[in-house]
Each structure stands twice: as C-alpha cells, then as structure tokens.
C-alpha cells in the first residue's frame, strides 16, 4: 500500500490520517463474499494491493472491521491516502446505483448500523458532514488527488444518497 501512495499521492507511508469518509455498496448479497474478494488481494487496473475498505457493514448494521483506520486502504481512487472506506453489503440485481443506494436507506436496521458508525468516527476524527462521500462523489471532494490521472468511474452512493445520508448524520441526537 506505501508503494501505491508514493505512485498516487506522492506520500510515501501507509500510514492513514482519515480526514474524508467514502461510501460504497458491494454489489454482492452478503459481508462474508465481500470479506472473501477482498481477502484475496488481486491485483485492480494492474496495481496492487488488491481493494479493499476498513468495515463492511451487514444488512443487520453489525460493522465488520478488516483494516484498522490507521492503515490506508484501496478502496477509492484519489481519496485513499485520506479516506477510511465502508462497504454496505447490498447486491444490484440488475438494478441501477441508484437503486441500489436506495434499498440501503430503505432498510432501517441496515442504515441504522451505518449512521452509528459513520458518527463514531466523525467524533473520533473530527471529519466533518461534508467530509462524507460516495464512491460515485468522490470525484467531487476538494482532497481528491492522483499523481497517475486516474479517476473514479464507480456508480455506488451517488450524490442523491449521499445528500439523503448527509441529512439524516445531520439529524441524530
Ligand atoms: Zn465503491
């Protein structure tokens, strides 16, 4: 991962100092086939290390953590040296993003798990609301960097859902 952010960041440490929070669905129907892809560590676009992201969350809202948020992760080109990664497990079926974003925010135990973690490390690393992105935001985010030229071209979270969930992290308690 060090080798990566000296090619894209020019940082050369994997060390993560979060400061942005990127959103992603897995387009698989559960958290163990995401934590088994990611565990395989293949190699994306010709580089290692293979994607990956710091938790996944579960239909029922229990997080899983694969890396700690100390530690860079592959999970969002641009933001990886800035970003702690979530996957939530939800499948397209065929369907659209756009879809898909919205079974998420409408499956309340699901989001409930997701805005409960996206708090804890708002407060743990004073990342502000507007620091939360999707995948397919992540273009968009002012600390968005690739020294190679690359660019997103995922579709997860786009920005009506990230709007949606930006609202409700606004409304907890
Ligand atoms: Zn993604």
Redesign the pocket.
């Known amino acids: 991962m060090a080798a990566y952010a000296k090619r894209h960041y020019g940082v050369d440490s994997a060390t993560l100092h979060p400061k942005v929070i990127?959103?992603?669905?897995t387009?698989g129907d559960s958290a163990a086939s995401a934590i088994s892809t990611f565990s395989r560590d293949t190699a994306a676009l010709g580089e290692l290390p293979g994607?990956c992201?710091h938790y996944v969350v579960d239909y029922s809202g229990v997080a899983y953590q694969l890396v700690p948020t100390s530690v860079m992760c592959r999970?969002?080109i641009g933001l990886n040296h800035v970003a702690i990664?979530i996957?939530v497990v939800q499948p397209t079926n065929g369907h659209s993003s756009a879809w898909a974003d919205q079974q998420i925010l409408a499956r309340t135990a699901q989001v409930g798990g997701l805005l409960a973690l996206v708090r804890s490390l708002q407060h743990e690393y004073g990342i502000p609301t507007s620091m939360v992105y999707?995948?397919?935001t992540?273009n968009s985010c002012p600390l968005f960097r690739d020294l190679q030229g690359w660019r997103?071209d995922?579709t997860?979270?786009g920005a009506a859902a990230v709007t949606e969930l930006r609202h409700r992290l606004d409304a907890l308690p």
């Open positions: 990127v959103l992603h669905f387009a994607t992201a999970h969002a990664g996957e999707g995948h397919a992540a997103n995922h997860d979270w």
